[in-house]
Every structure is written in structure tokens, then in C-alpha cells.
DNA sequence: TTGACTTTCCAAAACGTTTTGGAAATCTAG
DNA sequence: CTAGATTTCCAAAACGTTTTGGAAAGTCAA
């Protein structure tokens, strides 16, 4: 509605000396800038933001790409994340662009398209693969961007990920002290980072432990995934004692195949899944998972990407947080 | 990178014309257009937004806020929508802002700096309330909007919604079918429209079976506020036979809170919920419920968007869709 | 052949900021 | 009192589009 030009006329004032109060430069009086300011309080004023990022050549804008495959979307975790990182960026004056993509080559299109047309500043990639070309591009572009999620080569770009494979080793090892020996795991497709390194740890664990049989099956990260992995790990004529899922929903698709065949989960057969999604505590039994052991990971993600456009560099932003067991009651001893 | 300016001269033609052609007006000459058309895709031409929506007064953004309550977020159904609607969107050149705020206060603040700095030209309004203050702001203020769910007075503006009503009307009328005469409802906050339309159906039905007791708890629509619904109602001297979930994830909380009192879902008592989460099909017993009878909600969301920033009128853009009942398991013959 | 239309193009003025490069006015030191 | 330094302000030039209001050339009818 109301501009400088209005502002500075009804101040009696320059347009230039109304916007450097208001961005509060050191050449213009204290008395000036209070009496700016006030005036702009009381008239409303807010900076034009196309105008303002035309001249600034800046787009005050993070854009996150969605592949968002048919039916199915990512856990509710996931919106929450980008909620929470999404605040902070508004606290900065950063608007968070959602951006849905049909497959991957739509999603390079709409890079190209986002990027070229200079619509943001800096980038989230999400669901990182260890080969990623979206990195490839950003890198090369140099644009500024932060990863949910590692690539195969982690040390060149800022990122922040769960240490899904010391906690995928810790849980293999605690199923290894039970008693456990034959420990399967269902695994998510293996371009996914999260995927290969949830299964790294559970290699680790069973090298550790004299490497016995390497039981695993890999299927889509749906509870329908998880669901098929049970049915033929279960089939196999030295059948597991225990399946760690790569992630909850997989493994609440395994609950559901464990009582198909009448074995009851946690007595005789163990399961333990990734995430602690909420409906977790809600299985029956309920769900032995694990979680990141940080409350605000989408407000760290934030942070870096503030901190990665003020000029860090990218080596300095690389955070992987600790992942903490959240036993329930699908685990325990091996028969 | 290239701007009209470096387009026009390397055709040696001037900057409007350049503009006009690419814009497909009357008055450039058919050869000519062609001839600019083939130099911007050769040179990698985009407008650049900020100066276009400068210019043109349009933020070729649509904004949605996300009332983020700590710790948990809506159904995953819920991204799915927005990553649909936003492709729509996307296909005619607008973004989807996703604006995070802090409870309803901030919300409102939200709402005045995106409006009042003109950074989105229409904005999607969900987790519709029955009195929601956002949809008086937006209709005093002129924005087009259209809201998902609908208000007290829905007449008055653009929505979509499913007809909750009708379709726990029917699920209740089915159970009475079956024989029961305890059906009990797991109410969400009544001040959400999709609950209180939900609950209206039930007691349609109700009414119809010559109204009973009415048995029902109001709970927050979590996996945690169906158990303890379903415990509370449990603990009644006449406890229900069956309960009917405003949501599916307070029935996986009900089902959770069922089987701690060693009843059998399905055999012994009914339930049904609403959404048919992708995890519905695999809780034990698989969970009976519904859903909107429409493949893609958000798409339809994002066009009737596009109609109203048409020109279209509100009151032509109401469409409320049909609810399909999803039986599975957990609900049959009342004993 | 001429006047009126059409077609095709363009110069210049917005849109609302930020930033550059001073210019007054005031202060300070000698 | 004066030269220089400091403080406080501002005019004008961007940023890259779209749009207005013609102008020049070509076409048509009489």
C-alpha cells in the first residue's frame, strides 16, 4: 500500500535518507531514524519484496524440491522438519518455496527453471542419494544448499543427517547380546544415503559378531515394502530371529506379515524400525524404534543454510547427529 | 543470466518488441516472433521474476500457512495434497509459499506481513476452522483464497472438502445395520469443521436409529488422544459396542487401547476411522475406515485457485466430494 | 493518387527499492 | 578565522520487466 516515496513526502524527506534509516545506516541522525521509523510503524510500511530483491538481486527465498512419488509421501516427521526449518527462515526474512516435482528428470527441470530465474537464494535437498546430481548441479552452479541427508562424498558439501549406521549398529549388537544370531535386515533402496548407511551399520554389527548368514531384503520404504520383505525373509528355510527395518513404516508392514503367521513379535521374533513415528508407541506390540536425539533438527537445517549464505564454508557445516535407541516392546531375548 | 536488454540487441530488434513477442501479442509480425522465440531458448532466456511481478504487481505466488503444533503435524495425506496443488500450480507459473507459524497468533501476523508485502496473490487456507478469523481477513482484504474444509458459512467463499458427513452418516448407519446399538464417537476439537461435520453424521445417524445413548469423548486427533478416548469410554458403566474415529490415527490409538483391555477388534467391538492411511491396511486387525472418493484433491484444489484468480466467482467454486467407505477388519456383527 | 486503415515496430515511462557519489552544514583544530 | 574533517542528507542511476502512446511503413478502396 504505502511506499518510501509516500513516507519520505510526508516526512519531508528524502527517499534515499527514509530507506538507510530504515536499514539503519550509520549516515543518518539517530533523531532522523526514530522519527522514520515511527512514521513507518504508524503508516504500515512494508518494503515492496519484488522490488527490493530486483534491485538487491537477491530472491529473500530457500526453495525445496518434492519428488513426490505417486500415492505415497515421505513420513509426517518430514513436514515437521521443514516447518520448524521454515520459521527460522521467516525470522530472517526467508521465504521457504515448496516445490513439487513429478520424478527426477522433473525435478532437474525445475531446478534449472528455479535457479536460472533466480526464484532462490539457496537450496534444501531432500531425501539425499549417495550419487546425487541435484548436488552435482548446485555445487557447479555455486549456489548455496544444505543437504537432509549424506552423498557418497560428504566432505564437499554442508549437510546435516542422523548417524543412522552407528545406530543401526547398536541396535544389531544389543539384538547379537540377547541372544540373537540371526538377525535379517529389511532394507529401503540403496541409492537412498539414510538406506545404505542404516545398512552399513547392520554389516558392521554382523562382522563384529563372526558374520553368521547376511539375511536381508530390500523393497520400497512402505509399510506394503515392509510387509513383502517379512513374508520372504520368513519363507527362507533358516528363518530370522530378528528383522531391523530401515524404517518404522517397513517395519509396521512386518508386524502386520509377523501375524499373518501367528509368530507374535517381541517373544518370538524380533523387530525394531527407524523414525519413532508417532503411531511407533501404538502398534501392538508396540514398536521398538530409534530416533535422531535432537528436538529441532529442520531449525539446525536452518541455521546452516543461514550460515552457509553469510559465507561459511561448507566443510565448517557438516553436522551428524547422534541417533538414540527407543526400545519398546517388539525386542527382547532370543529363544 | 541474459535479460531482455541482451536478447533485443543481439537480434537488433528493440526491447518491446522482445517482450510483446515472447508474450504472444497481435502486434509483432508472425517471422519475427518465431525469430525472438528461437534466440531465448538459444540463450536460456527467463524473465526475471522479481522485475516481472515489480512491474506487473503480482507476486505469482500462492501462499498456505502451516499452523505447526509442536511435536506433531497433520497426515502424510496432507504433504501429498499440498506437493499436488503445488505442481498444478507450477504448471502456470506460480510457487507455493509454505509459511510455518507459531500457534494462531502467529498466524494472523503471518498472514498480514505475506498480504500486506504483497508476496502472494492468493493464498490456500487449511485445518479450516467453523469461526476461522483467516477467512474473514481474507474476504475483508479482497485475496483470493479457497480454504480446505469448509467454515460455519461455507456459501460465502471457495472450498473443497470431503463429505465427512455423509460419510460417517453411512458408517454408522452400516453398524447399526450389523446390529449395533452402542456406537460410540471419538470426537476431534469441534472448532475444526471436518470434526464437527464428522460428528454431525453420527448424530444424523444416530437420530435416525431412534437416538440412544450418545456416547462420545473429544480428544486431540492423535494416535495418544484416540487411546485415551477409547479408554475413557471403556470405563462407562454401558460401554459402546462400537467406536467411530474422527480420524485414523486416533482409531490406531483406540485399536492400541482396545487391545490392552484384551478385546478383540472387529469380533468383539467395531471400529472405523477416516483417511485410510497408508498404515490402515496393516494394523492388526486391518483398520476399517474412508476416504475422499477423488484421486487427486489437490489438484482440483490448485485449479478452482486458478478459476478464482480468473475472475470466477466463490460461489461457483464449491465442491464438496463424495466419501467412499474402505471396510476391512475391524469392524462386523455386533454380538 | 490520396486518404484512411493495418501492420509492425519502438522510445520512454513506469513499478519500488538500493546504492553511488557527492553536497551542504556543522564541528574541530590550529 | 579558516582549512579540513565529520555529520547528515539527497539526486539520480540502477535493477529487468511491462505497458502506453505513438510512428513509420505497407495496404486498400475509391
Known amino acids: 500500500m504505502s511506499n518510501l516515496k509516500l513516507l519520505a513526502q510526508s516526512l519531508g524527506l528524502s527517499i534515499t535518507t527514509v530507506s538507510r534509516a530504515l536499514d539503519g545506516y550509520a549516515d543518518?541522525?539517530?533523531?532522523?531514524?526514530?522519527?522514520?521509523?515511527?512514521?513507518?510503524?504508524?503508516?504500515?510500511?512494508?518494503?515492496?519484496?519484488?522490488?527490493?530483491?530486483?534491485?538487491?538481486?537477491?530472491?529473500?527465498?530457500?526453495?525445496?524440491?518434492?519428488?513426490?512419488?505417486?500415492?505415497?509421501?515421505?513420513?509426517?516427521?518430514?513436514?515437521?522438519?521443514?516447518?520448524?526449518?521454515?520459521?527460522?527462515?521467516?525470522?530472517?526474512?526467508?521465504?521457504?518455496?515448496?516445490?513439487?516435482?513429478?520424478?527426477?528428470?522433473?525435478?532437474?527441470?525445475?531446478?534449472?527453471?528455479?535457479?536460472?530465474?533466480?526464484r532462490a537464494d539457496?537450496?534444501?535437498?531432500?531425501?539425499?542419494?549417495?550419487?546425487?546430481?541435484?548436488?552435482?548441479?548446485?555445487?557447479?552452479?555455486?549456489?548455496?544448499?544444505?543437504?537432509?541427508?549424506?552423498?557418497?562424498?560428504?566432505?564437499?558439501?554442508?549437510?546435516?543427517?542422523g548417524d543412522g549406521e552407528a545406530g543401526f549398529g547398536d541396535a544389531?549388537?544389543?539384538?547379537?547380546?540377547?541372544?540373537?544370531?540371526?538377525?535379517?535386515?529389511?532394507?529401503?533402496?540403496?541409492?537412498?544415503?539414510?538406506a545404505h548407511l542404516r545398512r552399513q551399520g547392520w554389516l558392521a554389527a554382523l562382522a563384529d559378531m563372526g558374520s553368521p548368514d547376511r539375511l536381508e531384503y530390500t523393497a520400497p520404504p512402505t509399510e506394503a515394502g515392509g510387509y513383502e520383505a517379512a513374508q520372504w525373509l520368513l519363507r527362507q528355510s533358516a528363518p530370522p530371529t530378528a528383522l531391523l527395518c530401515a524404517t518404522d513404516s517397513m517395519a509396521i508392514g512386518a508386524?502386520?506379515?509377523?501375524?499373518?503367521?501367528?509368530?507374535?513379535?517381541?517373544?518370538?521374533?524380533?523387530?525394531?524400525?527407524?523414525?519413532?513415528?508417532?503411531?511407533?508407541?501404538?502398534?501392538?506390540?508396540?514398536?521398538?524404534?530409534?530416533?535422531?536425539?535432537?528436538?529441532?533438527?529442520?531449525r539446525q537445517l536452518a541455521e546452516m543454510l543461514l550460515a552457509r549464505l553469510g559465507g561459511r564454508e561448507a566443510r565448517e557445516l557438516q553436522t551428524i547427529l547422534p541417533v538414540r535407541q527407543v526400545p519398546r516392546a517388539t525386542h527382547g531375548p532370543a529363544n
Open 255 to 298: 508386524l502386520s506379515a509377523l501375524k499373518e503367521r501367528g509368530l507374535a513379535a517381541g517373544r518370538e521374533i524380533a523387530v525394531i524400525g527407524h523414525d519413532n513415528l508417532p503411531s511407533a508407541a501404538f502398534t501392538d506390540p508396540p514398536l521398538s524404534s530409534m530416533e535422531i536425539a535432537a528436538p529441532d533438527v529442520g
Open 122 to 161: 539457496a537450496v534444501i535437498v531432500v531425501r539425499t542419494r549417495l550419487e546425487d546430481e541435484r548436488v552435482a548441479f548446485l555445487t557447479e552452479r555455486g549456489i548455496p544448499f544444505v543437504t537432509h541427508g549424506r552423498t557418497a562424498r560428504p566432505d564437499e558439501h554442508a549437510f546435516i543427517d
Open 28 to 118: 543518518v541522525a539517530p533523531a532522523t531514524r526514530e522519527r522514520v521509523q515511527a512514521a513507518a510503524r504508524a503508516m504500515n510500511y512494508r518494503p515492496n519484496p519484488a522490488a527490493r530483491s530486483l534491485r538487491r538481486r537477491k530472491a529473500e527465498a530457500v526453495a525445496v524440491t518434492l519428488p513426490t512419488e505417486p500415492g505415497r509421501f515421505g513420513p509426517p516427521i518430514f513436514l515437521n522438519m521443514l516447518a520448524a526449518c521454515g520459521q527460522r527462515l521467516a525470522e530472517e526474512g526467508l521465504d521457504l518455496m515448496l516445490l513439487p516435482t513429478a520424478g527426477r528428470a522433473g525435478e532437474m527441470d525445475t531446478y534449472r527453471r528455479v535457479l536460472d530465474g533466480r
Open 172 to 194: 544389531a549388537r544389543a539384538l547379537a547380546a540377547l541372544g540373537h544370531r540371526r538377525i535379517a535386515h529389511i532394507a529401503a533402496p540403496q541409492d537412498l544415503t539414510f
